[in-house]
Nanobody
Framework: QVRLIESGGGLARTGDSLNVSCAAS????????MAWFRQAPGKEREFVAS?????????WYGNAVDGRFKISRGNAQYTTLLQMNNLQPADTAVYYC????????????????WGQGTQVTVSS
C-alpha cells in the first residue's frame, strides 16, 4: 500500500517562497506518477503540477501556477518537491500530494493515493 506524507508549507507573505515536500513509501514506487493538487475553502480540488515517471524529466503545471511553481524529484529517494515562488493570497489552500500508477492527468479523480494535506496561507 502506497503512503504519501507531506511536509512543509505554513505561513507566507505576498511575494515570498515556500517549499512543500512529499515522501512516498510502499508499492512499486519507481513507476508511481506524482502530482500536487490544492483545495481552497469552498472550492474544488485544483491541479497544481505533475511529474513524469520514473525520472521526472517532464513537468506539467496548472495555469494558475505556471511560471511561479516548480515540481521536481527530491534528493531523498521517492520524494517530490514543490517549490512555490512569488506566492499570492490566491495560493492559500491545503496542498495535497497525489500519486497514480495510471496515466498522469489533471483531474483529481484519477489519482488513487493521497497524502493528508498541508496548509499554505499567504497574507497580503
Amino acid at each position: 500500500q502506497v503512503r504519501l506524507i507531506e511536509s512543509g508549507g505554513g505561513l507566507a507573505r505576498t511575494g515570498d517562497s515556500l517549499n512543500v515536500s512529499c515522501a512516498a513509501s510502499g508499492g512499486a514506487l519507481k513507476m508511481l506518477g506524482m502530482a500536487w493538487f490544492r483545495q481552497a475553502p469552498g472550492k474544488e480540488r485544483e491541479f497544481v503540477a505533475s511529474l513524469s515517471r520514473p525520472a521526472g524529466v517532464t513537468q506539467w503545471y496548472g495555469n494558475a501556477v505556471d511560471g511561479r511553481f516548480k515540481i521536481s524529484r527530491g534528493n531523498a529517494q521517492y520524494t517530490t518537491l514543490l517549490q512555490m515562488n512569488n506566492l499570492q493570497p490566491a495560493d492559500t489552500a491545503v496542498y495535497y500530494c497525489a500519486a497514480t500508477f495510471a496515466t498522469l492527468r489533471r483531474e483529481a479523480k484519477f489519482y488513487e493515493y493521497w497524502g493528508q494535506g498541508t496548509q499554505v496561507t499567504v497574507s497580503s
